[in-house]
Nanobody, 126 residues
Framework: QVQLVESGGGSVQAGGSLRLSCVASGGYIFSSYYMGWFRQALGKEREGVAAIDTVGVLKVHADSVKGRFTISRDNAKNTLYLQMNSLKPDDTAIYYC??????????????????WGQGTQVTVSS
């Protein structure tokens, strides 16, 4: 069974940075899964933030975070990252990592991802 655990969330002021991590476990081959980051703000639908292919070469970032956030992965450590710079109050949300074994992962749609972490809160104050 795939288990994903996020960490690295917290409270920062606008303009600050955070790096989220997502450690995978459960006996599956991390490097065979496409991975993504999603977020859900209070009262809003879950939205895709970024996604990455199995080897860390192809990356997709939502327009809202392009140039500020960077997704990466370390397959040797079974870990997915999201480096978040120049944070804005609109980035406040619970951030989730997710795994997809196939399909249109690059669309960064929640329906394409099968396994989810429990989320980590990011709060950006102005």
């Amino acid at each position: 069974q795939v288990q994903l655990v996020e960490s690295g969330g917290g409270s920062v002021q606008a303009g600050g940075s955070l790096r989220l991590s997502c450690v995978a476990s459960g006996g599956y081959i991390f490097s065979s899964y496409y991975m993504g980051w999603f977020r859900q703000a209070l009262g809003k639908e879950r939205e895709g933030v970024a996604a990455i292919d199995t080897v860390g070469v192809l990356k997709v970032h939502a327009d809202s975070v392009k140039g500020r956030f960077t997704i990466s992965r370390d397959n040797a450590k079974n870990t997915l990252y999201l480096q978040m710079n120049s944070l804005k109050p609109d980035d406040t949300a619970i951030y989730y990592c997710a795994a997809a074994s196939r399909g249109s992962w690059y669309l960064v749609k929640a329906s394409e991802y099968s396994y989810w972490g429990q989320g980590t809160q990011v709060t950006v104050s102005s």
